[in-house]
C-alpha cells in the first residue's frame, strides 16, 4: 500500500525522539527570539539621538544576517560534514555561553561580535535539525514533522515576547528591592536565554536516534553549483519565479516592520514592553496564519491563495504606517502577520509539491540565500532611510502646544514598504494565476461550501448530463464528428461501462434481474465504475491533450444516488470525488428534459428508468441545482429544442474552451 502523508500533529508528536528534538527546537527558538529582542532594546540604549537609535539597531540586524550571506549556500554542506548528534548539542550550549558573556562584557561592539558568532553557529544548527528529522519520524508523517518544527520556530516568538514584556514589568516592580543587583530587563532577557539554550542541548542528548557522524556529502554539490543551478531553475520555471519574488518580497516587508518596530513604538509613545507586545503580535498572527489560514480557505488554490496572502499584507502596511494609534497598529499587525503567515506556509509547501525532487534541494538553498540577502539589504536600509528621513510634525499644535501630527522616519518607511510589498504581491498573483482555470469568485465561494476542483491544465473535458432520453448519446456523437472533422484528438466514452471492469459494473448496476441493492451499494458501485474510467481512459487522454467527451460523469451520480435516492448529498459528493480524484469538467453541457417526456422516447427500461417519474423528478432537480451553483462551468439546455439547433449552440460555447487541445497529427 502507498504510504500517505498523514497530517496528524498528535501522531508525530507521539514519536519519543520527535518530541524530545521538537522540545530542544521549541527552546533554542525561543532562545534565538529572545536573543533578539534583547539586543536590539540593549542597542536602542546605547544612543541618544533618534538617528543614532536607529544605526544602532540596524547594525545589530544587519549583523545578524551578515553570516548567512557568506555562508549560507555552504552552511547545509559543512553541518553534513560534521557529526550531526555533537553539532546539535555543543551549537546550543556555545549560544548559551555566548549570551552570558554580553552582559558580562557590557560593551557594544561585544554585541555586535556575539551577534555574528551566534547567527553563524545557528546557521549549521539548523541544517543539522533539518537533516535529523528523517532519521526520526517515517516518511509519510515528514510533512506534519516540518509543519510542527516551522509553527515552533516562528511561533516561539510570541512567549518570547511575552517574556520580554514580563521581564520588563517585573523589572520595573523590583527596582527599588534588588537595585544594582541585576542590570535591567534587558540583563534578565540574556539570562533567561542562555538558560534555554543550555537546557535545550541537554534535552538532545537523550536523544537515542540521531545518527553520529557526518552525512554522506555528494562530492559534486559545490557550493558555486548550488548557486548557479537554483538561479537556473527558478529563472526559467514561471511558477516558481512567481513564488521566489513572493516569498523573498514577504521577508523584506516583514524585515522592515521588524527592522523599525523598535523606534516606530517609541514615536507611538510605548517603551520596551510595547515593543514586546508588537514583536509578540507579528509571531502570533504568523503563527495562526500558519495554522489556520490554508485550512480556513480550502477551496482557494494554493497559488492563488499565496498571491492574495502577499497583496493583502502589502495593503495592510498602509494604514499600519498612516494610524498613529498602539493599540490600532496592534490590531492590524495581527491581521497583517496573519496574512503573512498563509503566504508563508502556502509557498513553503508549494515550494515542496511543484519543485521536483531532483531540484528540490538546491531551490530551497538558493530561496534562502535570496531571502537572506533581501533580510539583510532591507534591515541594513531601512532604519537608515527612517533615520535619515528624521521627525516632522505636521498640521497647527493642539491646546496643549503638542503638534497635530507627528509624522517620522519609521512610518515614513513603512509607507515605501507598502507600495513595494503590494506591488510584489500582485506581480506574483499574475505569474502564477492560471488563467483558464476557475474565476476567483468561483473559488472564494467553494472555499466556504467545499472543494473547487481539478481543471485539466492539458486537453478539455466535456460532459454530457440529463435525465433518461434526454439526448445525451446523440449530442456527443454529433459533437464528436464536428470535433474530428476539425482535426482534434477526440476520445468519446460514458458512464458506466466504458471499461472491462466498468461494463461488469453497468450490468450490475442497471440489470433489471439484480433487483433492489442498498442505495450506498448502488452509489459504491458508480463510484467504482468512475475511479476506473478516470484512470484508464480519461485522465490519459487529457494528458495527452484529447478532447475528452463523456456521457454523463459525476453529476450522474450527485442527482441520482444523491437527490433521487435521498443518500446525503455531502457523503455521496465525496465518495464520487475521492473516486475521481476531483477531476472535473470544463464544460458539463445539461439537456434539460421534463422526465415524462424522455421515458417516451423509448420502450425498454432498465433497472434505474424503471424507477417512479418522482425520482426522475428528483434527478432532474439535482442536475438543475448543480449547475445554478457553478453556471461558468454549464450550459443548460432546453432539450425539447431540434437536434440541429441544440448541436450547434453547443460548438459556440465549447469553441473557446479548445486552446490546450491538440489537433491530430494527420489532420
Ligand atoms: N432534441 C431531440 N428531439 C427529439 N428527439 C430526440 C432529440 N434528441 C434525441 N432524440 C431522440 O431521443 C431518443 C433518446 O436519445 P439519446 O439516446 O440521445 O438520449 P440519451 O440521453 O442518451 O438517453 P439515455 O441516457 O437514456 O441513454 C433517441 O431516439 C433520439 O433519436
Ligand atoms: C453515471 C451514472 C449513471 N446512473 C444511471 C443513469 C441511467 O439511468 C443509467 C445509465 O444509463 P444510460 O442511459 O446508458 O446513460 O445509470 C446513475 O444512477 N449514477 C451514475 O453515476
Redesign the pocket.
Known amino acids: 500500500m502507498r504510504n500517505a502523508p498523514d497530517h496528524s500533529l498528535a501522531a508525530v508528536l507521539r514519536i519519543r525522539d520527535f518530541r524530545n528534538l521538537w522540545i530542544g527546537l521549541g527552546l533554542s527558538s525561543l532562545g534565538d527570539w529572545m536573543g533578539l529582542l534583547a539586543l536590539t532594546a540593549m542597542a536602542n540604549a546605547s544612543a541618544e539621538s533618534y538617528a543614532g537609535k536607529n544605526y544602532a539597531i540596524a547594525t545589530v540586524l544587519f549583523l545578524r544576517v551578515l553570516p548567512a550571506l557568506v555562508m549560507g549556500p555552504i552552511a547545509g554542506y559543512v553541518a553534513d560534514k560534521l557529526d550531526r548528534r555533537r553539532t546539535l548539542i555543543w551549537g546550543d550550549y556555545l549560544r548559551g555561553a555566548l549570551f552570558v558573556t554580553i552582559p558580562i562584557v557590557g560593551q557594544l561592539w561585544w554585541i555586535f561580535v556575539v551577534t555574528v558568532l551566534v547567527e553563524a553557529v545557528s546557521l549549521v544548527w539548523g541544517p543539522a535539525k533539518d537533516a535529523t528529522v528523517p532519521n526520526l519520524v517515517p516518511r509519510h508523517r515528514l510533512e506534519a514533522a516540518n509543519q510542527i518544527s516551522l509553527a515552533t520556530t516562528y511561533g516561539s516568538a510570541l512567549p518570547a515576547a511575552a517574556v520580554f514584556a514580563g521581564l520588563t514589568l517585573v523589572d520595573k516592580f523590583y527596582r527599588h528591592v534588588f537595585d544594582g543587583f541585576i542590570g535591567g530587563p534587558v540583563d534578565l532577557a540574556l539570562y533567561f536565554n542562555a538558560v534555554s539554550f543550555i537546557v535545550s542541548g541537554f534535552v538532545i542528548t537523550r536523544l537515542k536516534h540521531i545518527p553520529s557522524g557526518p552525512a554522506s556529502v555528494d562530492p559534486e554539490s559545490s557550493a558555486l553549483k548550488v548557486v548557479l543551478d537554483g538561479w537556473k531553475y527558478v529563472a526559467t520555471t514561471p511558477v516558481v519565479r512567481g513564488l521566489v519574488i513572493g516569498i523573498v518580497g514577504a521577508f523584506a516587508a516583514g524585515g522592515v516592520v521588524i527592522g523599525l518596530a523598535r523606534t516606530f513604538v517609541s514615536d507611538l509613545g510605548g517603551g520596551d514592553s510595547g515593543y514586546g507586545v508588537l514583536f509578540g503580535t507579528v509571531f502570533a498572527g504568523l503563527g495562526l496564519g500558519m495554522w489556520r489560514g490554508p485550512r480556513l480557505l480550502q477551496g482557494l488554490s494554493r497559488r492563488r491563495l499565496f498571491g492574495i496572502a502577499l497583496t493583502l499584507t502589502g495593503l495592510l502596511l498602509f494604514p499600519l504606517a498612516l494610524v498613529q494609534q498602539l493599540p490600532v497598529v496592534v490590531g492590524i499587525t495581527a491581521v497583517l502577520g496573519f496574512f503573512a503567515g498563509v503566504g508563508w506556509i502556502t509557498g513553503n509547501t508549494m515550494l515542496g509539491l511543484e519543485v521536483p525532487d531532483e531540484v528540490r534541494g538546491r531551490t530551497f538553498a538558493f530561496v534562502g540565500s535570496m531571502i537572506r540577502l533581501a533580510l539583510a539589504l532591507v534591515l541594513a536600509v531601512s532604519p537608515l532611510l527612517a533615520g535619515l528621513i528624521g521627525t516632522h510634525t505636521l498640521g497647527p499644535l493642539d491646546e496643549f502646544g503638542h503638534p497635530y501630527l507627528v509624522y517620522n522616519g519609521a512610518a515614513f518607511t513603512f509607507l515605501i514598504a507598502a507600495v513595494l510589498m503590494t506591488a510584489v504581491g500582485v506581480a506574483s498573483y499574475r505569474q502564477m494565476v492560471d488563467r483558464n482555470g476557475p474565476s476567483l469568485m468561483t473559488e472564494l465561494r467553494h472555499s466556504f461550501t467545499g472543494s473547487a476542483g481539478v481543471y485539466s491544465a492539458t486537453g478539455c473535458f466535456v460532459a454530457?448530463e440529463?435525465?433518461?432520453?434526454?439526448?445525451?448519446?446523440?449530442?456527443?456523437?454529433r459533437l464528436r464528428e464536428w470535433l474530428e472533422a476539425d482535426g482534434y484528438d477526440v476520445v468519446l466514452t460514458r458512464e458506466p461501462g466504458a471499461t472491462e471492469v466498468g461494463a461488469k459494473l453497468r450490468t450490475i448496476v442497471l440489470d433489471p434481474a439484480t433487483g433492489d441493492i442498498s442505495p450506498r451499494t448502488e452509489a459504491l458501485l458508480y463510484a467504482a465504475d468512475k475511479a476506473e474510467h478516470v484512470d484508464r481512459v480519461v485522465a490519459p487522454a487529457l494528458a495527452r491533450g484529447a478532447v475528452v467527451v463523456t456521457?454523463?460523469y459525476v453529476d450522474s451520480t450527485l442527482a441520482y444516488q444523491g437527490a433521487g435516492r435521498a443518500l446525503v448529498d455531502r457523503e455521496v459528493e465525496r465518495i464520487a470525488r475521492w473516486a475521481t480524484d476531483d477531476l472535473r469538467p470544463n464544460l458539463t453541457v445539461l439537456?434539460d428534459?421534463p422526465p415524462q417526456q424522455?421515458l417516451t422516447?423509448?420502450v425498454e427500461r432498465?433497472r434505474i428508468?424503471a424507477e417512479s417519474v418522482d425520482f426522475h423528478e428528483r434527478v432532474r432537480d439535482g442536475f438543475v441545482h448543480l449547475a445554478g451553483n457553478a453556471p461558468e462551468h454549464y450550459l443548460v439546455v432546453d432539450?425539447?429544442?431540434?437536434?440541429d439547433?441544440?448541436a450547434e449552440e453547443i460548438r459556440h460555447r465549447l469553441r473557446p474552451l479548445l486552446d490546450h487541445a491538440v489537433r491530430r497529427a494527420d489532420a
Not at 639 to 643: E, G, K, L, S
Open positions: 454530457f440529463g435525465g433518461e432520453g434526454a439526448g445525451k448519446s446523440t449530442q456527443s456523437q456521457d454523463r439537456l428534459l424522455g422516447r423509448f432498465d428508468e432539450a425539447r429544442r431540434p437536434v439547433e441544440i
